[in-house]
C-alpha cells in the first residue's frame, strides 16, 4: 500500500470515528451521564443570559397535534418562533404532541392524527425528534375549570404507529409516561400499550416524568419504569418543584434539593440517556397551581438554577444571584 494510500484510509478512519461519536452525542448516550436540555414553550428563553450560560444543546416543546389546522392566534406562531430560536442557538429540538385545544375532551381518530402529523413533517422537515402524545397515561386533568382527555394505551399505541409510518427517519420517543404516587398504574399503562403495538414494534426509546420521584426524594418509580422496558429511557420532563397545591406549597429551598436529586435518579442507569428539565420560566401569579420554573416570571434565576447550573457547568458556585422565597 502507498503512503498516499495509507494516509487516505487513515483520514477516513479518523472521519468515521467523528461521524460514530457525533451520532452517540445526538441520541444522548455516553458514559458522562445523560445529556441534559430544558422544556418550556416561552421563546424568550432563548435570549435570557442565564439561559445561555448553561449552554445546553436540547430542548423540549408541546405542542398540539393539530397545529398547523387549529387556527389558534398563538399555538403556531409561538411554535415557529420557539423553533427559530432553537436552531439559532443550535439546539436540537423534541416535539411533543398533546391534546388539540379545539377539542380536548375529545381524542382524534388514528386518521384524523395522521393527517395533522403529516401536516407538521411537511411545515417542519429539519424536526426529527418526536413524541406522538406528550404525558399519555395522565388521565383527565382539570385545568382552570376544563379539562382534556389523554389516550387510552391502545390509542397511544396506534399514534406510535401512525407517526412512525408517517416518518420512517424520524427517532420517535414511543410511549410518554408520568410516574405519579402510583407506579402500578403506570406499569400497567405501559404493559398494555406493549401488547397493542406487538413485540416487533416496541420503541427503542421510552419517555418517563418522574416528577413524583423526584419531589418526594424516591426512586421506586423510576426503577419500576426501567425494570419493565428495553433500550434508552429518557426523562422527557422532570424537575423540582417550586410549588404544586395542594401537595407542595411554594417554597424555592426544597425545589433547589429536588432538584439536585433529580439528577441522583438520571445517573441510576445509564440506560438514562436525556434529561429535559421543566420548566425555565415559573409561575405568573402567586394563584398559579403549577411552578416548576428554574427562574422566576421576570426570568430571575432560582436556587434551583444555580443547582443545574453547577452541575452542567462543573462549578462550584453560581455566579447568579437568586431569588428568594
Not at 88 to 97: C, G, S, W
Not at 187 to 194: D, E, R, T, V
Not at 259 to 282: D, E, N, V
Request: glycine share 6%.
Amino acid at each position: 500500500m502507498t503512503r498516499a494510500r495509507r494516509l487516505s484510509l487513515r483520514s477516513l478512519l479518523i472521519a468515521l470515528v467523528v461521524a460514530l461519536i457525533a451520532a452517540a452525542s445526538a441520541l444522548g448516550a455516553g458514559s458522562g451521564g445523560p445529556q441534559v436540555g430544558i422544556g418550556d414553550e416561552q421563546p424568550a428563553m432563548f435570549s435570557n443570559g442565564a439561559f445561555k450560560a448553561l449552554d445546553t444543546k436540547i430542548g423540549r416543546y408541546v405542542t398540539p397535534y393539530d397545529v398547523m389546522s387549529n387556527h389558534s392566534a398563538n399555538d403556531l406562531p409561538r411554535l415557529r418562533a420557539w423553533l427559530a430560536a432553537a436552531s439559532r442557538d443550535h439546539i436540537q429540538p423534541l416535539v411533543a404532541f398533546y391534546h388539540s385545544d379545539r377539542s380536548p375532551k375529545k381524542m382524534p381518530s388514528v386518521a384524523a392524527y395522521t393527517k395533522a402529523v403529516k401536516q407538521f413533517l411537511r411545515a417542519f422537515p429539519k424536526v426529527r425528534l418526536l413524541q406522538p402524545w406528550n404525558e399519555a397515561n395522565r388521565g383527565t386533568v382539570k385545568e382552570r375549570g376544563d379539562s382534556y382527555v389523554s389516550p387510552s394505551a391502545k390509542q397511544s399505541a396506534q399514534y406510535y404507529l401512525a407517526l412512525r409510518a408517517a416518518c420512517r427517519s424520524c427517532t420517535i420517543v414511543g410511549l410518554d409516561v408520568l410516574d405519579s404516587t402510583n407506579v402500578k398504574a403506570t406499569i400497567a399503562y405501559l404493559n398494555a400499550f406493549k401488547r397493542d403495538v406487538g413485540r416487533s414494534h416496541l420503541p427503542s426509546i421510552w419517555g418517563l416524568h418522574n416528577y413524583s420521584d423526584t419531589n418526594r426524594f424516591h426512586e421506586g418509580g423510576t426503577k419500576a419504569v426501567l425494570a419493565d422496558t428495553r433500550g434508552q429511557v429518557w426523562l422527557t420532563e422532570t424537575g423540582g418543584l417550586a410549588k404544586l397545591s395542594p401537595s407542595f406549597p411554594f417554597n424555592l429551598s426544597r425545589q433547589a434539593r429536588a432538584t439536585s436529586y433529580m439528577f441522583k435518579l438520571a445517573s441510576l442507569s445509564s440506560r438514562i440517556t436525556r434529561l429535559y428539565i421543566f420548566q425555565w420560566t415559573g409561575g405568573v401569579t402567586k394563584h398559579e397551581v403549577f411552578d416548576a420554573g428554574l427562574t422566576d416570571v421576570h426570568g430571575k434565576p432560582r436556587p434551583a438554577y444555580c443547582v443545574v447550573y453547577e452541575k452542567l457547568r462543573h462549578k462550584s458556585k453560581c455566579p447568579y444571584k437568586t431569588v428568594k422565597d
